[in-house]
């Protein structure tokens, strides 16, 4: 799924990453631990192709994403990755349904697929009766479980997660936490999560830790 190869990245400096090398299988669910400063969110960033490493190899379903063209990798990052971030990142002028279904229309999905997508993906994280609602009408814990639903849209097989308990309650996150793993089980898919939030952590298949741009 996913192979990290001598991975470097400098801001001015400051060295944030100091050769990575890491494998992630299908289907697995990795979380990434370590204080703050150790570079966790970097490494994420450069996994989702939204950056790029100073050196070293980054291949994502037996694609070696260094070497595409910009456009190309923007339809790359669109149709076969997923983001979820810590705040959810929604439109406020949107519907719910409507903000899991862009993604899907800049992937040129038809209207009624997209709309079909979307409401399935809204029936199974229980939101059928919110579908109409705009963000300022959800909680909090509804709020990320839209979010999630449009990460998962495009059928992405790789699934990037950022802090993305970090700001629910106890109970939203055992129940987002949950989701992970149901979805899973559904789909899949594989999930990376940069998390300080050691229950879920534990939870994981595997979890990494980084200390100091480097991974222990």
Same mark, same amino acid.
């Given at each position: $799924?996913?192979?990290?190869?001598?991975?470097?990245?400098?801001?001015?400096?400051?060295? #944030?990453?100091?050769?990575?090398?890491?494998?992630? @299988?299908?289907?697995?669910?990795?979380?990434?631990? %370590?204080?703050?400063?150790?570079?966790?969110?970097?490494?994420?960033?450069?996994? %989702?192709t939204l950056d790029r490493p100073?050196? *070293?190899? #980054?291949?994502? +379903? +037996?694609?070696?994403?260094? /070497?595409?063209?910009?456009?190309?990798?923007?339809?790359?990052?669109?149709?076969?990755? &997923?983001? #979820? !971030?810590? !705040?959810?990142?929604?439109?406020?002028?949107?519907?719910?349904?409507?903000?899991?279904?862009?993604?899907?229309?800049?992937? *040129?999905?038809?209207?009624?697929?997209? +709309? $079909?997508?979307?409401? @399935?993906?809204?029936?199974? $994280?229980?939101?059928?009766?919110?579908?109409? /609602?705009?963000?300022?009408?959800?909680? %909090? &814990?509804?709020?990320?479980?839209?979010?999630?639903?449009?990460?998962?849209?495009?059928?992405?097989?790789?699934? =990037?997660?950022?802090?993305?308990?970090?700001?629910?309650?106890?109970?939203?996150?055992?129940?987002?936490?949950? =989701?992970?793993? +149901? =979805?899973?089980?559904? !789909?899949?898919?594989?999930?990376?999560?940069?998390? /300080?939030?050691?229950?879920?952590?534990?939870?994981?298949?595997?979890?990494?830790? $980084?200390?100091? *741009?480097?991974?222990?």
């Amino acid at each position: $799924m996913i192979q990290l190869t001598g991975i470097t990245k400098r801001f001015d400096n400051l060295q #944030v990453l100091k050769g990575i090398d890491l494998q992630i @299988e299908n289907s697995e669910i990795v979380s990434i631990v %370590g204080p703050s400063g150790a570079g966790k969110t970097t490494l994420l960033q450069i996994m %989702g192709t939204l950056d790029r490493p100073d050196s *070293g190899r #980054v291949i994502i +379903d +037996d694609t070696d994403v260094l /070497h595409l063209k910009e456009r190309t990798l923007s339809a790359f990052r669109n149709r076969r990755i &997923g983001f #979820v !971030f810590q !705040f959810h990142q929604l439109l406020p002028e949107f519907t719910a349904l409507e903000n899991v279904m862009i993604p899907a229309f800049i992937a *040129g999905v038809s209207k009624r697929e997209a +709309d $079909m997508r979307a409401r @399935e993906l809204l029936d199974f $994280m229980g939101l059928s009766d919110r579908v109409t /609602h705009k963000p300022n009408e959800l909680s %909090g &814990g509804e709020k990320q479980r839209v979010a999630v639903a449009r990460a998962l849209v495009n059928q992405p097989s790789l699934i =990037l997660a950022d802090e993305p308990s970090g700001s629910l309650d106890s109970r939203n996150k055992q129940e987002l936490h949950q =989701l992970f793993f +149901d =979805l899973r089980d559904k !789909f899949r898919q594989t999930f990376i999560i940069v998390t /300080h939030d050691e229950h879920l952590a534990r939870l994981t298949d595997r979890t990494i830790q $980084m200390v100091d *741009g480097r991974i222990l």
